[in-house]
């Protein structure tokens, strides 16, 4: 069946860098877009970054432009969020799903990233 499970991540300073991953697997991972997208409590999700299936095309959020990089390596089945100078607005449960925007064909369980000093 299809699963996404996200790993990587944790708890980091104000300023600090995480790399969140989404393992794919029960589909043609090299077929779909995927996206990174992120839930703060009390909070509707927030799409962060989409990516095309082969990995030419992204696009990203205001709130994360030139922070966040995503990227995908379809040889493992794998994509990633590379975060960088991370804010306290920043803490949130992050997935990955499957699609370039609501409403998602697929979506995995999450990491949690929290950024506090």
């Known amino acids: 069946q299809v699963q996404l499970v996200e790993s990587g991540g944790g708890l980091v300073q104000p300023g600090g860098s995480l790399t969140l991953s989404c393992e794919a697997s029960?589909?043609?991972?090299?077929?779909?877009?995927m996206s990174w997208v992120r839930q703060a409590p009390g909070k509707e999700p927030e799409w962060l970054a989409y990516?095309?299936?082969?990995?030419?095309?992204?696009m990203y959020a205001m709130s994360v432009k030139g922070r966040f990089t995503i990227s995908r390596d379809n040889a493992k089945n794998t994509m990633y969020l590379q975060m960088t100078n991370l804010k306290s607005e920043d803490t949130a449960l992050y997935f990955c799903?499957?699609?370039?925007?609501?409403?998602?064909?697929?979506r995995g369980q999450g990491t949690q990233v929290t950024v506090s000093a």
């Open positions: 799903a499957r699609g370039r925007g609501p409403p998602y064909s697929a």
């Open positions: 029960g589909f043609t991972f090299a077929n779909y877009h």
């Open positions: 990516i095309t299936g082969v990995g030419q095309y992204t």
